[in-house]
């Protein structure tokens, strides 16, 4: 037995690069749309056998593949910090650990969620019938996931969707590829049947196959304009998807909150990943009141960060992915600055690693290191932007900037700040800190986010208990939790009649006398009220009898 890394035919490369140094990690092979279209094929026919092993033989494996990440897990965490740029730590921390966590809860408590159940039937079960729930896997399940968080979100979905029966295809982004390969030999080394997992690689041609192949369903992470065209191609086939788009994650601030702790949270929750998680603080909405302290005490924390390469264990803050990416950053700090805002601290590239942002210059803007000549990237590094005087008129405080900035804004009042929140086209996570929990809780259900946390910020992705998604754009359907596993099954209703010796009320032929019933049908047995239906048996026995008869008849 053994998982499957797909390997192309083709002599087509994509070449992986450590983004805090530019230098090259490793080569994976171009994918082929052929080569996908016979990868699902594969997919399909190792299904037919892995949807009949057990719960127990499913766990024995997902724990086997948790023992290698255990053995492995520091040559994996270095892997993950090369490629991504994020610290090493930050890999164990934000990738590994809550994996780990999840791979056992559902190896333990998946076959538990699957269970047949029984439906409650109100008044049908008089009848003597009964209904219930079973679930039967999809089939082959495709992964697409982004380059943030390269190692915990495909390798989350593939553990649920191999514990509900099906296989899985994983397409790993083209920045983060070897990390990909590695889930691979994960799986291959825990011993999972051929072809129950397979990796193929490539550029964005590659996952555009994967949607074509028609896979029986799409688990994708990644932007807004990627989600709707893997949506319309997966209309062609009917393919179902679900789908988690990013966001521009609120966190609010009230004026009796411990500043303190809501001052580390906004760093951490604005600059983990440098910045790089679709649930990051994109905005901060602090009372007036409160504002100048709490920004006071967010920009003396940023100073003390260590920003350079992942490597490095006292590192906070790793590289960026992408030059793409950081243009996107330098874009959004360069409207905040024209639309009138403060920069506090930060506000540009940096050349310069291992050293922590106090030593940094702080004289507004600068140009970024613009080496055009390399034949490899130059380090991504961006330092840590504090930034006040925000308002949501401004672009980039409706964009997604998916970097290391933070721009704060100020509110009045409760309402104002739901409003401010809200005012998004995403909704997928967000944070109210206050130590009035009543207020918390009162806030939290008004704000429209897939997850709101109360004196908590970020890190809930990593509860692989709880469901993961958005309103608005940040996506369709869930991850995680049992709201997520159900989106890997398909429920099928089981419906029997053990009161066989009496024909329906309501079969043909239809009479005078069935209308009479349907009427009493409507009136009473549909209020749900057995008081109500006890009162219509008479006219019930009279259409049984008559139907009876009829039959007699024939």
Sequence with gaps: MSAVISIPTTNEEIVSYNPATGAEIGRAPQTSADEVKAAVE???????????????????????????ILSEMDEIAHLISAESGKPFGEAIAMEIAPVLDLMQYFARNAEKMLRPAKIGIGLYA???????????????VGIIPAWNYPFSIPL?????????????????????????????????????????????????????????????????????????KIAAAAAKNLTSCVFELGGKDPMIVFEDANLELAAGAAVWGAFC????????????????????????????????????SGDNEDVSIGA???????????????????????IEIGGRRSGDTLVPMSAKREDGLAGGTGDGDRSVPAPLFYELTVISGATNDMRAMREETFGPTLPIATFRTEDEAIKLANDSEFGLTASVWTRDYVRGRRVAEQIEAGSVCIN????????????????????????????????????????????????????????????????????????????????????????????IKKRSGD
């Excluded at 910045?275 to 990051?280: A, D, E, K, T, V």
Aim: charged share 25%; with cysteine.
């Design 42 to 68: 594969r997919a399909r026919t190792a299904f037919q056998g892995w949807r009949k092993t057990s719960f127990s033989e499913r766990r024995r494996l997902v724990m086997k593949a948790r023992e290698v």
């Design 456 to 547: 908590e910020v970020l890190y809930t992705h990593g509860i692989g208990q709880t469901p993961w998604g958005g309103f608005k754009n940040s996506g369709r359907g869930r991850t995680h939790g049992r709201e997520g596993l159900m989106e890997l099954v398909q429920p099928q209703h089981i419906h029997t009649n053990r009161l066989t010796i009496l024909p329906d009320a309501w079969w043909m032929p239809y009479s005078a006398n069935a209308v009479t019933t349907f009427r009493e049908m409507a009136r009473k047995f549909a209020s749900g009220s057995l008081i109500k239906t006890t009162a219509m048996l008479p006219q019930f026995a009279k259409r049984i009898r008559e139907l």
């Design 126 to 140: 008089l009848l003597g019938r009964v209904s219930k729930i079973v679930y039967h896997p999809l089939g082959v």
């Design 156 to 228: 989350g979905e593939a553990v649920m969707a191999l514990m509900a029966g099906n296989t899985v295809i994983i397409k790993p982004s083209e920045l983060t590829p070897m990390v990909g390969l590695k889930i691979g030999e994960i799986f291959d080394k825990a011993g999972f049947p051929h072809d129950a997992v397979q990796i193929v690689t490539g550029t964005g041609e590659t996952g555009a196959a994967l949607v074509e192949a028609a896979p029986d369903k799409i688990m994708f992470t990644g932007s807004v304009a990627t989600g709707k």
């Design 320 to 342: 960026m992915s992408s030059e793409k990416q950081i243009k996107i950053v330098e874009d959004h700090v360069e409207d905040f600055v024209a639309s009138g805002a403060k």
């Design 273 to 308: 990943n440098s910045g790089q998680s679709c649930s990051s603080v994109e905005r901060l909405y602090v009372h007036e009141s409160v504002a100048n302290e709490l920004t006071r005490k967010i920009v003396g924390k940023t100073r003390e960060l260590k920003q350079g």
